[in-house]
């Protein structure tokens, strides 16, 4: 689920048997596709789950996921 900060409205979400990759940029795409001509993303705060890669930190700081490179797009 995606939730706008300061509204707490929900933006995108679905019910998934599982936590994966691939559900998680079927709910960015959601949002992206519902209000893309709103605002650009500022910010995305996320918990560092497995699902988006971020728990693969370099020595520098940076991170590298499947899912980070799918935010780039």
Partial sequence: MI???ASRMVLAGEDFFEINTENS?????Q???R???LCSLRELIMDHGSEFGAHRI???GS???EFKDHLEK
């Fill in 58 to 60: 370099h020595d520098d």
């Fill in 3 to 5: 939730l706008d900060d």
């Fill in 25 to 29: 940029k079927l709910v960015i795409d």
């Fill in 63 to 65: 991170w590298s996921s």
């Fill in 31 to 33: 949002m992206v596709e």
């Fill in 35 to 37: 209000y893309w001509w």
